[in-house]
């Protein structure tokens, strides 16, 4: 095989791997609310009150870090496409970059279920709720962000 062809694979596989780890995150933080937010929606209907539309904007936010994911598979892809013998640098910043915002997903997931049973039994605290599950979106922004720079 080719060992041109073995650089751009390796230095690639960082690429999914950013993605891949990103959608991980994502997939168990939605998991997390979306569980959460029908939960809510249960008990509100038990007790005859009405069932907050917004919870489906906590149960989607962990969604996001799957695009963060994605961008920076696509700046990997370019960086492999000019420089593939820097490959173990793709490959560590997109399996670190992915780890990081996965997990920031994960645990945006797990504060906006707290965020649903909060706001739907009391139906306050909306604005209190979303900047919580905002700072926790922001460790994503940064990991995507410092992890361009690097690249």
Partial sequence: MDSAIIL???GEAG????????????AIGTGLAGCSAVGAWKKCY????????????????????IIYGMILLFFIKAAVATTPERWPL????????????????????????GACDSFAETNKGFVNNIIVVGIIETVAIFAMIFSLLIL
């Avoid at 690429?15 to 994502?26: E, L, N, P, R, T």
């Avoid at 996965?102 to 906006?112: E, P, R």
Wanted: charged share 5%; glycine share 14%; with cysteine.
């Fill in 46 to 65: 038990a007790q005859n009150k009405p069932a907050p539309f917004l919870l489906l904007i906590y149960a989607g936010a962990p969604f996001t870090q």
């Fill in 15 to 26: 690429a999914y791997a950013a993605v891949g780890f990103a959608a991980m995150g994502s």
């Fill in 90 to 113: 793709y490959l560590v910043v997109g399996i670190t970059g992915g780890i990081a915002m996965g997990c920031s997903a994960w645990f945006q997931g797990k504060a906006a279920a």
């Fill in 8 to 10: 751009k694979s390796l």
